[in-house]
């Protein structure tokens, strides 16, 4: 099958470069999620675990890929140019999607937050005036809600469980809440592309709102506490992205140019 026909939106449609910018956003946060779940494969706490994280990983590869081939149009870099060779200041993705696995529960924290953000927000830019991140939303959205219904399976789970897995639980939920808020900062970029990009901000009542849903059942509290900087969307990231793309681009950077 051709590369085009398993990617979302026009073949010919050429981003301006402002809207190959947010792409950049949503492309990066889904690629490298993408390539911290990935980790867990041979590794995750049953083989169905495994299976499962590989294919929501899989997913997320496959979002970043339409994303990343679409801002590519801007300046005709590809979906490769952009995931092997750009350094990490040239990288977009928000602190929450750089966060460490550490230990099972919490990367069920990281995508509890991660997929009920990327729900709310692919709902929303099924209305971009944009027709490829239009489809780009489309497509990725019913993906999505089988990662936010595992995520919140597991939190329910975790937090029913045992002693000591509803421990693991809130600590993981206390370990990656802080990056939450920069999800829903509004930043210069959305005012340029009003009716094309999702205004963050208009996100935070719905995730709100799934969140506290969950909780209240799990009989967790939301955590509280310190709120980090942030700065991703600026090229400000946290220490840990320099390693995921370290083992990212490995291949690629000793072997330029490489096919097989």
Same mark, same amino acid.
């Given at each position: +099958?051709?590369?085009?026909?398993?990617?979302? =939106?026009?073949?010919?449609?050429?981003?301006?470069?402002?809207?190959?910018?947010? *792409?950049?956003?949503?492309?990066?946060?889904?690629?490298?999620?993408?390539?911290?779940?990935?980790?867990?494969?041979?590794?995750?706490?049953?083989?169905?675990?495994?299976? *499962?994280? #590989?294919?929501?990983?899989?997913?997320?590869?496959?979002?970043?890929?339409?994303?990343?081939?679409?801002?590519?149009?801007?300046? =005709? /870099?590809?979906?490769?140019?952009?995931?092997?060779? !750009?350094?990490?200041?040239?990288?977009?993705?928000?602190?929450?999607?750089?966060?460490?696995? #550490?230990?099972?529960?919490?990367?069920?924290?990281?995508?509890?937050?991660?997929? &009920?953000?990327?729900?709310?927000?692919?709902?929303?830019? %099924?209305?971009?005036?944009?027709?490829?991140?239009? *489809?780009?939303?489309?497509?990725?959205?019913?993906? &999505?809600?089988?990662?936010?219904?595992?995520? &919140?399976?597991?939190?329910? %789970?975790?937090?029913? =469980?045992?002693?000591?897995? %509803? !421990?693991? +639980?809130?600590?993981?939920?206390?370990?990656?809440? @802080?990056?939450?808020?920069?999800?829903? !900062?509004?930043?210069?970029?959305?005012?340029?592309?009003?009716?094309?990009?999702?205004?963050?901000?208009?996100?935070?009542?719905? $995730?709100?709102?799934?969140?506290?849903?969950?909780?209240?059942?799990?009989?967790?509290?939301?955590?509280?506490? $310190?709120?980090?900087?942030?700065?991703?969307?600026?090229? /400000?990231?946290?220490?840990?992205?320099?390693?995921?793309?370290?083992?990212?681009? &490995?291949?690629?950077?000793?072997? @330029?140019?490489?096919?097989?």
């Amino acid at each position: +099958m051709a590369l085009e026909a398993e990617l979302s =939106g026009s073949e010919e449609a050429v981003a301006s470069p402002d809207a190959a910018e947010y *792409a950049l956003w949503l492309g990066d946060d889904a690629l490298i999620l993408a390539q911290q779940l990935a980790g867990w494969v041979a590794h995750a706490p049953e083989l169905e675990e495994d299976v *499962a994280l #590989g294919n929501i990983a899989l997913d997320l590869l496959g979002h970043a890929r339409s994303l990343l081939r679409y801002a590519g149009t801007a300046d =005709g /870099r590809t979906e490769d140019d952009l995931a092997y060779w !750009r350094d990490e200041p040239e990288f977009r993705s928000a602190w929450l999607f750089e966060q460490t696995n #550490g230990d099972f529960a919490k990367t069920i924290a990281r995508q509890l937050a991660a997929s &009920v953000y990327q729900f709310e927000l692919y709902e929303a830019l %099924r209305s971009s005036s944009d027709e490829t991140l239009a *489809a780009v939303a489309e497509k990725a959205l019913k993906e &999505v809600d089988y990662h936010r219904d595992h995520a &919140v399976q597991w939190t329910l %789970r975790l937090a029913g =469980g045992t002693d000591e897995s %509803r !421990r693991r +639980m809130i600590r993981g939920l206390s370990d990656v809440w @802080p990056y939450v808020d920069e999800l829903f !900062r509004d930043e210069p970029l959305n005012d340029r592309l009003e009716g094309v990009a999702v205004r963050p901000s208009t996100l935070r009542a719905g $995730f709100d709102a799934v969140i506290a849903a969950v909780f209240a059942e799990a009989e967790l509290d939301v955590p509280e506490g $310190f709120v980090a900087s942030g700065g991703g969307r600026e090229g /400000r990231h946290f220490p840990n992205l320099a390693y995921a793309l370290a083992e990212m681009q &490995v291949l690629a950077r000793q072997h @330029p140019g490489a096919t097989w």
